[in-house]
């Protein structure tokens, strides 16, 4: 059996202009479709907006049921820059100021300190990150 590479949602088109489509898709975590959601605090469902490629689309109507998809290993990249990169970063932070000030306050404002700096450079390479998660229309459905 071969693994997706793969992630694949089903939405609804939105808006789109010659080179954008902008997809509405429902996400929802592994609880939402839990049998046992309603008696469970932790289900999450949420709609977002997706900018998606019109590459290799003729035809798109507002309204329209679109299968979208992305690489699946895309979402550890994202789970490295967004939770992973910034966790280390504190990390190591917290124990070299501790290491050298000798002081558990200074240690944990600067270590909080260091995602400020971290948080905007990510900010500013959103236009590189932009062209590295890509979204394509797979197929449309009827």
């Known amino acids: 059996m071969t693994k997706l590479k793969f992630v694949e949602h089903t939405g609804y088109v ?18 939402a479709s839990c049998h046992a959601k309603g008696a469970c605090t932790a289900s999450d469902m949420k709609e977002k907006v997706i900018d998606v490629s019109t590459y290799g689309v003729d035809h798109l109507a507002v309204g329209q049921q679109v299968v979208i ?3 699946k290993s895309l979402g550890l990249k994202a ?4 939770y992973i990169f ?7 932070t917290l124990f070299v100021v501790h290491g050298i000030t000798k002081s558990e306050g200074i240690a944990g404002i600067a270590s909080l300190a260091v995602l400020v700096p971290y948080f905007i450079g990510v900010k500013l390479y959103t236009p590189k990150l932009e062209k590295t998660f890509v979204f394509t229309i797979k197929e449309i459905i009827g």
């Open 69 to 71: 998809r992305g690489q």
């Open 14 to 31: 939105e808006s789109f202009n010659s080179d954008q489509v902008k997809v509405r898709i429902l996400s929802e975590s592994a609880c």
């Open 79 to 82: 789970s490295l820059i967004a």
């Open 86 to 92: 910034p966790f280390i970063l504190v990390f190591i």
